[in-house]
């Protein structure tokens, strides 16, 4: 059972699942709306309340701005009213991520998500606040801010935070620093106000335990329906949080880790059946040996059973 908590500047109710689906490539790179189109039916049918398109695992760095809008059109037709979704539109430029924002906007995002300036490893909090405000002067969609230190080199404190959202209209924030005591801290100083949500392998349990809003990244759609079963975290006995959080840290680490992010969770993806594609240049598909540890790693952590993981 999720639990039902309100927020006071977020239309959600209760921990979310927002899944990021991948965009499918051909072998020759080519963008496959067809198969992108599967994938977001496959997430509607199964746990989303949200989605984030275009982000790390939907190769969102590679597309160019017209894909960038063919991708959002496609699901704004897909998902239509059944819940609100984000479009990631971060460059390290960041008239061109707003004009990235203006082109999901008008193909019909219902948020944008977007990190702090990349590359530079390092940034004042007037810059990046500064960031934020531009974007929320220039597009009037609600935000999704994406703390990510891997990507960024810059984490977003909670000084920092309470400053972007005296300047942006924030009402999600996707949590991917990777150290749970500073999670910790963000659900405790803004879990009432949106869903804070987690991007740790390890930390998603805990994390739901505490409060946060819920769970966004790689990993927990390989479990199909299935996934929703985490949110019943606070009402299971102290083996079955255990068997879980150990059993789904693995599946969400063997994905993200095979091979360059993300053609680890495009092949999980496309030996249950499902139409993930290839990564893009310069990320390469799995080789063979890794494809079979990966396959071993999902039917030893129940992901790939009966005739899908002979098939796998």
């Known amino acids: 059972m999720v639990i039902d908590k309100s927020y006071t500047q977020s239309e959600f109710r209760g ?4 899944p ?9 790179g080519d963008l496959m709306l067809d198969a992108y189109e599967d994938m977001l039916r496959y997430h509607l049918d199964t746990s989303a309340d949200t989605m984030l398109l275009a982000g790390d695992n939907g190769e969102g760095y590679v597309l160019s701005e017209d894909e960038l809008a063919q991708v959002t059109e496609t699901a704004a037709r897909v998902i239509g009213a059944r819940f609100p979704f984000y479009v990631h539109v971060s460059r390290i430029s960041t008239d ?3 004009a990235r924002a203006r082109a999901a906007a008008d193909a019909g995002a219902n948020g944008i998500c977007l990190t702090p300036h990349s590359y530079l490893g390092d940034g004042t909090r007037d810059e990046i606040v500064l960031r934020y405000e531009a974007l929320a002067k220039a597009v009037a969609l609600p935000v999704m801010v994406y703390n990510c230190p891997k990507h960024t080199g810059i984490n977003i ?10 300047v942006a209209p924030v009402n999600v924030l996707k949590e991917g620093n990777g150290v749970i005591e500073h999670a910790t801290e963000v659900i405790g100083a803004f879990g009432h106000r949106f869903p804070v949500l987690i991007g740790l392998a390890r930390g998603l349990v805990p994390c739901l335990l505490l409060g946060s809003g819920g ?10 329906a299935g996934a929703r079963r985490v949110f019943d975290a606070h009402t299971m006995t102290p083996d079955e949080r255990m068997e879980i959080h150990t059993r789904w840290g693995a599946v969400i680490l063997a994905a993200s880790f095979a091979g360059t992010s993300p053609a680890g969770i495009k092949s999980a993806l496309n030996m249950l059946g499902l139409p993930a594609g290839v990564p ?3 990320v390469r598909a799995l080789g063979p040996e890794a494809e079979t540890k990966l396959a071993a790693d ?4 129940g992901v790939l059973e009966g ?3 002979k098939r796998a």
């Open 96 to 98: 061109e991520s707003i």
């Open 15 to 18: 921990q979310i699942h927002c």
């Open 307 to 309: 005739a899908i993981a």
């Open 280 to 282: 893009r240049a310069p």
């Open 20 to 28: 990021a689906p991948v965009t499918p490539f051909s072998a020759n």
């Open 157 to 166: 404190t909670t000084d920092t935070l309470e400053a972007i959202c005296n």
């Open 215 to 224: 769970f966004v990244g790689t990993g927990p759609e390989l479990f199909g």
């Open 298 to 301: 999902l039917v030893e952590n």
